[in-house]
């Protein structure tokens, strides 16, 4: 069964602290995109990713495909991050799934 | 490019009535996905084409919901008729592969009555 799982669900840190949000699923995947969601509603895509890691910024995504397992990492965070991030699974058998989503604050 | 476009923006309906999204991918994109977003259900693949024709369909609610690709600039997504529990947001986006970087509209915020 394709299932996507998100954690944590809430997430509240200071500005400057380094963030982690991990997503773990349940069979083989092809692939994994990161997304971000502000409050105003609009959906950005960070990552897409099948292997390794990426960075953009301070942005780092890393799967760790034995495990199952992908984490999303913020370096330095700032109020601006402040936002849900959502994880999208693409199975094997070419469905996708999506997360429920962290939604992350960042307290100046 | 302008990005993908989506309207309209916000729409508000009466149960019944038909109701018609619309996007406009990025040209060149090969790609078009269309997305719900809920409280209760988070987002969810609805369809998305490949080279305007339809690849998996296997989202879509029921039959009431309908996804056409008339050519590699439009692509419309059409709810006839239309229930309060169809109110949601509608995002389209594209991207040059299946796992491609997606590409989002701003999203159509539907609201049934």
């Given at each position: 069964k394709n299932e996507v799982e998100q954690s944590p669900q809430n997430l509240t840190a200071q500005e400057g602290e380094f963030i982690t949000i991990n997503c773990s699923y349940s069979v083989g995947i092809s692939a994994l995109h990161w997304l971000q969601q502000h409050p105003g509603g609009g959906i950005v895509s960070l990552f897409m990713l099948s292997s390794g890691k990426k960075k953009h910024g301070r942005l780092i995504a890393t799967i760790n495909i034995q495990e199952k397992h992908s984490s999303l990492h913020i370096t330095?965070?700032?109020?601006?991050?402040?936002a849900v991030y959502i994880c999208a699974v693409w199975f094997g058998n070419e469905k996708l799934t999506f997360g429920t989503g962290t939604r992350l604050t960042i307290i100046p | 490019d302008a990005g993908v476009i989506q309207s309209p923006r916000h729409e508000v309906t009466e149960m019944g009535q038909e109701v018609t999204l619309r996007c406009k991918p990025i040209s060149g994109h090969d790609y078009l996905f269309w997305y719900r977003q809920t409280m209760m259900r988070g987002l969810e693949l609805l369809i998305y084409f490949n080279n305007n024709v339809p690849?998996?369909?296997?989202?879509?609610?029921?039959?009431?919901f309908s996804a056409k690709m008339?050519?590699?600039?439009f692509s419309t997504l059409k709810i006839?008729?239309?229930?309060?529990?169809?109110s949601a947001v509608y995002f389209c986006a594209s991207s040059l592969a299946r796992q491609g970087f997606w590409y989002f509209g701003a999203g159509t915020r539907l609201s049934v009555l």
């Open positions: 330095a965070s700032h109020p601006r991050d402040s | 690849i998996d369909d296997s989202g879509m609610p029921e039959d009431r008339p050519n590699a600039s006839q008729p239309s229930e309060p529990r169809d």
